[in-house]
Nanobody, 116 residues
């Protein structure tokens, strides 16, 4: 019922910036918390950032101060602004939406590669 389409990934040098976008379609009325998760090769998927419908955010220590998550409820879109990127940030980034009465929905993922 909810589809998530991600964009904005790519190759960037260490210290650079990227902005990821995730547009939701379908039953957007029921979308609550949204977030970004990332998975590097050979590693488990981990939290990058979450944001509630009201705008409260949460970040792990690994990205705190460098990443900023935001959302536009009118456009049904969530963003992830990534600054001061490090090689350790290289991963596939997945958009997530917690949908009322349905559960978690995931995007297809977008590759972010940070070169040294």
């Amino acid at each position: 019922q909810v589809q998530l389409v991600e964009s904005g990934g790519g190759l960037v040098q260490a210290g650079g910036s990227l902005r990821l976008s995730c547009a939701a379609s379908g039953n957007n009325f029921g979308i609550n918390t949204m977030g970004w998760y990332r998975q590097a090769p050979g590693k488990q998927r981990e939290l990058a950032a979450t944001i509630t419908r009201g705008g409260s955010t949460n970040y792990p220590d690994s990205v705190k101060g460098r990443f900023t998550i935001s959302r536009d409820n009118a456009k049904n879109t969530v963003y992830l602004e990534m600054n001061s990127l490090k090689s350790e940030d290289t991963a596939v980034y997945y958009c997530n939406a917690n949908v009322q009465w349905i559960g978690s929905c995931w995007g297809q993922g977008t590759q972010v590669t940070v070169s040294s």
